[in-house]
């Protein structure tokens, strides 16, 4: 069996745990094995949080630095400092979103600064605007829905979990609709 291994990244509340649970419940109800394990920066919302995800026939939680399929970033400094888990063909979908620091005295990059130093790592950078997809679908909080539908047109996970399933562990209709526009064709760059 073939297997993904996916690290989601972004900040606290932005939904990263409960996409790795629907990516998880999807993948079980699928009859396909699934781990899960997260790290939480900051207990506050606002703080650093990335989850690992593997799919397929794996043994342990943990994703090795320079072996993960997929980068999933929902907020783009996040994806840099995630960075050190992708490689030239690990496909990094990037939220244009791009948050200031709660830290006090941070220098800020840009979102086009931050893809500059990311397309330096990988040949497969997908950026796309999930806030305006989630708003367009009735609610804001669905930017995680919108970065699933985007992972499923792209990579190995659409041939190892089944999309009748996603849509189930989604679980809303509001949900369901932000997972399908994020499934707009994107050219990988």
Request: aromatic fraction near 2%.
């Amino acid at each position: 069996m073939d297997k993904v291994d996916i690290i989601i990244a972004g900040i606290g509340g932005q939904g990263i745990i409960t996409m790795g649970r629907i990516l998880v419940e999807a993948s079980n109800l699928s009859g396909i094995k699934a781990l899960v394990s997260e790290t939480h920066g900051l207990a506050q919302r606002g703080g650093a949080v990335n989850v690992h995800v593997r799919i397929g026939d794996v043994l342990a939680p943990l994703i090795r630095k320079g072996n993960a399929d997929y980068l999933i970033a929902l907020e783009a400094t996040e994806a840099l400092r995630n960075i050190d888990y992708a490689n030239k063909n690990t496909i990094i979908i990037i939220n244009k979103l791009v948050e200031r620091s709660v830290l006090p005295k941070i220098k800020m990059l840009s979102f086009e600064e931050i893809l500059e130093k990311i397309r330096r790592i990988s040949n497969n950078v997908i950026p796309i605007d999930a806030k305006k997809l989630a708003i367009e679908a009735g609610n804001p909080k669905a930017m995680n829905a919108v970065m699933i539908g985007t992972m499923m047109s792209f990579g190995k996970l659409k041939n190892l979990v089944n999309e009748e399933n996603i849509l189930k562990a989604l679980r809303t209709d509001v949900n369901r609709k932000a997972y399908l526009s994020g499934k707009i064709k994107i050219e990988v760059t």
